[in-house]
């Protein structure tokens, strides 16, 4: 996935992602990711690997889900991008820093309609105060979500209204809530969600049997709406099946 935000300021935040999931059995899972991001003068990088769970309840569409996530995060200020003095006492003390073990912690129930989910990322974070820590990054995610069929028993398509209630360091806690519409026997999708930044999010996916992408457009909070665009967002996700 590719994400840019603020395509007309200079040193708009960007990132990259690259994930991969294995299913090992019907109860675990394992998986990667690769997350690298800069925004203004501060760039890192992420590099995770998770460890899943799936407990069956008595019901066989009823489960529990427990995610740990283990690796290292690294983050840095561009010293060739500052106007000013780049020797800076303050610059040098931050990228004097190593790279250190951080985590994510994530559990869920879901079954065949209701789905309720918590996160806690950066568990570094969280656990320990670290001066040099920057801003904007989350702190929990709590999300609820219902699905319903759209005639003959979901052929013709599912709408999943969901509300989220998440935490970003420095910022007042935010509120979503929309919903995600699945039509042509899971091959479109659209998805539409209102946020308490007075921003909304539309997005548009196409599954073709292996193959899945989708394209989301935030729109701009109302306090920067006259000064630069949005977020746009692009997903590709390719599942290979074993025959």
């Excluded at 290292?72 to 006492?89: H, L, S, W």
Aim: charged share 20%.
């Amino acid at each position: 996935a590719v994400r840019q935000q603020w395509s007309t300021v200079q040193g708009a935040p960007s990132a990259q992602a690259l994930t991969g999931d294995f299913q090992v059995n019907n109860k675990v899972g394992l998986g990667l990711n690769l997350y690298n991001e800069s925004a203004g003068l501060i760039k890192g990088t992420r590099v995770m690997g998770t460890y899943a769970y799936h407990l069956p309840l008595n019901n066989e569409d009823e489960s529990l889900h427990f995610g740990v996530s283990l690796g290292f995060m690294n983050q840095r200020i561009n010293t060739e991008d500052i106007i000013g003095d780049p020797n800076d006492p303050s610059v040098a003390r931050f990228n004097e820093r190593d790279t250190y073990i951080d985590g994510d912690f994530g559990a869920a129930y879901t079954s065949n309609r209701l789905s309720v989910e918590a996160a806690m990322p950066n568990l570094k974070s969280f656990f320990a105060t670290d001066q040099n820590n920057i801003i904007d990054r989350s702190t929990f995610y709590t999300a609820a979500s219902y699905k319903w069929d759209l005639g003959e028993g979901g052929k013709t398509g599912t709408i999943e209204p969901k509300v989220a209630y998440r935490g970003v360091k420095g910022y007042d806690n935010l509120l979503d809530a929309g919903a995600n519409l699945i039509l042509l026997n899971n091959q479109l999708m659209f998805t539409g969600m209102y946020h308490s930044s007075k921003s909304a999010t539309f997005g548009l996916g196409f599954n073709f049997h292996t193959l899945f992408i989708q394209g989301t457009y935030t729109t701009e909070t109302a306090a920067l709406r006259g000064y630069t665009n949005g977020d746009f967002e692009l997903g590709l996700k390719y599942r290979y099946i074993k025959k």
